[in-house]
């Protein structure tokens, strides 16, 4: 996972890549979306949430383990709520000029409801969610350093030479990266139906996933896919590229899997900031062309020309904000748990 000098003829094992970036998905999961908040938020009505947050927080006041249900269930609200928040802004093609539109925006057609139904209306799609988070770790963390090793074989020199040693091995894992990033769209159909939970649920009718399937097509959550692709190769190139960069200029690590728990975080933080920035313009675009009604589709160019027409170039940056503040530590946390477990699971491997 952590990228490795080119030509390097040791590898980390391709069970080690799949248990380090498994199990880090699989922690992501467990901490950023517990089960319990995902069937209350989901599956339960306000009142029956509101009886399991009751419960649960009765249970804190004894127990060790009730008070962690309560400070997982705190982080995932939090979490989900600043989710929906950044997805319903990108999604939004008017200007906001006062804090009732601003409410509207949010809150779509729960904006004049109490607030605890605002609330609840703020955590749709968890689902969707948690699986396409796990698939999408073990995909990318997982089979980007195979990516690396076949660039590694067959052009590692053509990168050196082309941009000396140390930033040649750089690019070689940040253009490792960006490839797998483009065959990510493979997964698009659980983003899609999670986006269309959080920006459009109106969209679903009352209907569950193969009913959707089977009246909309399978095509239908392919939606967007081409803008998909354009938004992944360059955040993922810059995911990889960050923290390489990191590692070789900031620590002067020559063997990447070497790099401390410490080391591993900072290249994590660097490489998270600079997917999000990058990526921040078409993931708008992206969001949009999904969230729209399965029989009202529009293009990704016709969205990027009324969003310069009527928005202005700020536009393209709607929703970063609370984006950075969400999706930066899970993206953060994984990264950097992937980057530690495959080299760990590989030495425990060789023993």
């Known amino acids: 996972m952590s990228p490795v000098a080119a030509g390097r003829s040791e590898k980390e094992s391709n069970l080690a890549r799949l248990l380090g970036s498994g199990s880090a998905g699989i922690a992501e999961l467990a ?42 269930l705190a982080v995932k609200l939090w979490l989900g709520l600043v989710d929906t928040i950044a997805k319903r802004l990108m999604s939004n093609e008017t200007k906001i000029s006062n804090t009732a539109e601003l409410n509207k925006v949010i809150f779509k057609n729960k904006a004049d409801a109490p607030f605890g139904r605002k609330f609840v209306s703020l955590f749709p799609g968890l689902g969707y969610a948690a699986g396409y988070k796990v698939l999408q770790r073990i995909y990318k963390y997982g089979g980007q350093p195979v990516a690396r090793d076949f660039l590694g074989t067959h ?18 894992h940040s253009t490792a990266g960006s490839l797998i990033g483009i065959g990510e769209i493979v997964l698009l159909p659980l983003d899609v139906l999670k986006i269309k939970r959080q920006t459009n649920p109106e969209a679903f009718k009352g ?34 590229g960050g923290s390489a960069f990191a590692k070789e200029f900031l620590f002067g690590l020559n063997d990447y899997n070497k790099a401390t728990w410490f080391q591993n975080f900072v290249a994590s933080i660097a490489g998270a900031s600079a997917s999000l920035v990058v990526s921040a313009p078409l993931d708008v675009i992206k969001t949009r062309i999904q969230n729209r009604n399965f029989d009202n589709p529009e293009s990704g160019f016709r969205i990027l020309t009324n969003m310069a027409k009527n928005e202005g170039a700020g536009a393209f940056f709607k929703g970063l904000v609370p984006k950075l503040l969400m999706t930066g530590p899970k993206l953060v946390f994984s990264f950097w748990l992937a980057q530690t477990l495959i080299p760990a699971f590989d030495i425990a491997f060789r023993k």
């Open 31 to 72: 901490i950023f979306h517990p089960v319990d908040v995902v069937v209350a938020v989901l599956e339960s009505s306000q009142r029956m949430l509101e009886e399991r947050e009751a419960r649960a927080s009765s249970y804190a006041t004894d127990t060790e383990t009730g008070q962690w249900l309560v400070e997982a």
């Open 207 to 240: 209907r569950g996933v193969f009913k959707i399937i089977k009246d909309e097509g399978f095509g239908n959550l392919y939606r967007g896919w081409g803008w998909t692709a354009a938004r992944n190769a360059p955040g993922s190139f810059a995911l990889f």
């Open 155 to 172: 052009y590692g020199k053509d990168f050196e030479n082309a941009f000396g040693k140390k930033t040649g091995k750089a690019i070689m």
